[in-house]
């Protein structure tokens, strides 16, 4: 006589639990830098990783594939680091007073240029929407593909090679490397 099909069941609902904690465990710090880099600041990060965190335990039954649960917990995340920052996005851009020009030093020897360096670019990737924001991270920081990208992010392959190029072209002119 056989396991029944409620055991089977209740067994790998626990073997995907572990392993959903487990992973979880060993890549929250890189949850919340991925949900920080769409977001832009460490609170937004926080939320959109915790909101995303219990949306993927509650719908945990659905992973069918455990070998891309990396993804498809950045695809959680991210999604809801969009989500949370949607309504926010009209609201930055009354905050800024129009065109800024913002020169990349080329010497960067003293770490005082260096910091401001750092911070223009900040400033210039912040100033992206977010769903170019959101395909530039995946894509050149999470180092997925841009298939995988369109993927997570719910849209069609070509829709991110755009949000992909402007996003590129927008931090080219924001830091005067306009070519």
Known sequence: MGP????????GDAVIDVELADFVRAHYPRLVRLAGLV????RDADDA??????HAWRSRSNLRDR????????RTVVRE???LQRPRRLSFMYRLEG??????????????IRHEADLELRLAFESLPIDQRAA?????Y????????AAIVGSPVETVRTRLRRGRERLRTALGDAR
Request: charged share 20%; hydrophobic share 45%; net charge negative.
């Open 49 to 54: 990783v915790q909101n995303g965190l219990e």
């Open 81 to 83: 680091a969009i989500r």
């Open 39 to 42: 977001c832009g600041n460490s």
């Open 67 to 74: 070998a891309a649960l990396r993804a498809w917990l950045d």
């Open 136 to 140: 530039l991270v995946l894509h050149l």
């Open 4 to 11: 029944t099909d409620a055991t089977i069941t209740a067994t």
């Open 142 to 149: 999470a180092g997925y593909s841009v298939e995988e990208t």
């Open 99 to 112: 065109p800024r020009e913002i020169a990349l030093p080329v010497d960067v020897a003293d770490p005082r």
